[in-house]
């Protein structure tokens, strides 16, 4: 039963005394009317009204209801104002989880631009580039790079991030740069944690490389600027590795081979119930971040 709209036409009637002037008032059948209040009075197992064919009123336990049905519609009717005025001015908190490199970059600049345009929204970020419980963690959504997200989870691809292989000027005065994959065997390669092997395609036949080094970590931005300070031969994604190749800090390698990226999704819990700001900052980062990042 849709109590809210059975407690109206009762409500209707009561204030009409007619059945047939209250089914005109919410432009329904008076059949559609009669079975509102037959509904309430069965919810509420009291009659509420005393019908005959010249007059309808208020039994006692009628009035009663009448005036606790009042509140009922006013207190639905503050809760849709409250909630319609949060999706015009967006106020409220989203909390999103990300990759460290991903949130002190392009995550950082996107939540800048959009709290500048609603400055009533809070945004928590947590940056780890492990994944998140987005229950035990309460993420409202994860940023993640997969080729296949979470059959369990929603999930909206927002871009295709590439991946460069790189190394600074200075490492480069010491060593020859690799000249095909195979080289990579002969240097020193940062690797992030549980990776032993880079991937690179050619004319459409992938190699797969085994690497190794003196440095690993679960950071990326931690490899980034070991490699910057010359230590060693990265893979990083584009979106990182772009800018600071620009500036010459690092230099592309192996720049005939393609090395595989990944996908950037935002993924969440559900899309029933979601809150305005949260479908909203979805929205906002699928406008910002529309197109792929590849190497310059």
């Avoid at 000027?169 to 390669?189: E, F, G, I, M, W």
């Avoid at 690179?200 to 490899?223: C, F, R, W, Y």
Wanted: proline share 4%; aromatic share 6%.
């Amino acid at each position: 039963m849709d109590r809210l709209n059975a407690i109206r036409s009762f409500i209707e009637v009561a204030d009409a005394g007619s059945f047939t002037q209250a089914a005109e008032q919410l432009q329904l059948s008076r059949l559609q009317v009669s079975r509102h209040v037959q509904e309430v009075e069965a919810w509420l197992q009291q009659r509420l009204l005393h019908r005959t064919t010249r007059k309808v009123s208020l039994t006692s336990a009628g009035e009663e209801a009448l005036l606790r049905c009042r509140r009922i519609l006013s207190e639905a009717a503050a809760l849709e104002a409250t909630a319609l005025n949060r999706r015009k001015q967006l106020a409220g908190s989203v909390r999103i989880a990300a990759p460290i490199g991903l949130a002190q970059h392009m995550l950082l600049d996107a939540v800048t631009q959009f709290t500048e345009q609603y400055p009533q929204v809070v945004v928590d970020i947590l940056a780890s580039d492990s994944y998140s419980q987005l229950v035990d963690e309460r993420v409202d959504i994860a940023l993640r790079y997969t080729e296949q997200p979470d059959d369990q989870l929603i999930a909206r691809k927002l871009l295709n991030i590439g991946s460069v292989i790189c190394a600074s000027p200075k490492y480069l005065q010491r060593v020859s740069a690799p000249q095909t994959p195979a080289d990579l065997n002969q240097h020193n390669c940062l690797l992030h944690l549980n990776t032993s092997h880079w991937s690179l395609v050619k004319h459409n036949q992938p190699q797969t490389i085994e690497v190794s080094g003196n440095l690993k970590a679960n950071d990326v931005m931690t490899l980034l600027r070991a490699a910057v300070k010359g230590h060693g031969i990265v893979r990083l994604p584009c979106d990182l590795a772009n800018p600071v190749i620009e500036q010459g800090q690092l230099v592309p390698l192996l720049t005939d081979y393609h090395v595989p990226g990944s996908a950037l999704w935002a993924v969440y819990l559900s899309r029933s119930y979601q809150l305005p700001v949260v479908r909203q900052f979805i929205d906002f980062l699928a406008s910002c971040w529309h197109t792929d990042i590849v190497r310059p």
